[in-house]
């Protein structure tokens, strides 16, 4: 019996886990869209800015980076010559919440980027 309800109990947080990520990668989504963003950075074509993919695969395991950049503490990793197109939307970024930035680079990195 101690079994099952350890793990359902584990189950239950892996679920809650697994929906509190959706939760973030929804939120990073809806601002991105709500911003702006994508009428530079579409999922795999290469516009004014990188494509989705292209940011998912260059920022993946450097998340701190990505939210430094947007937050104007850090460097563009991709296209670093073309960064002064992006600077009106830093601007718009100062505006977010550390959450909301952090949330809009989960989207980023994410695999589910559509």
């Keep these: ?3 099952i309800i350890l793990s359902l109990f584990v189950s239950m947080l892996f679920l809650a886990d697994a929906t ?3 939760a973030i990668l929804n939120k990073g989504k809806s601002i991105f869209e709500a911003k702006g963003c ?3 950075h579409k ?3 290469e516009l004014i800015g990188p494509s989705l ?3 998912a695969k260059v920022y993946t395991g450097k998340e701190k980076e990505l939210v430094s950049y947007l937050k104007s503490q850090g460097k563009p990793i991709i296209y670093p010559k073309r960064a002064a197109v992006m600077n009106p939307q830093l ?3 100062k505006a977010l919440l550390g959450d ?3 949330a809009i680079a989960a989207y980023l990195v994410s ?3 559509k």
Excluded: L, T
């Design 1 to 3: 019996m101690k079994k």
């Design 20 to 22: 509190a990520k959706d």
């Design 38 to 40: 994508a009428v530079c």
């Design 43 to 45: 999922s795999d074509v």
């Design 53 to 55: 993919k292209n940011i």
């Design 91 to 93: 601007v718009k970024m």
């Design 100 to 102: 909301d930035i952090r």
């Design 111 to 113: 695999s589910n980027v």
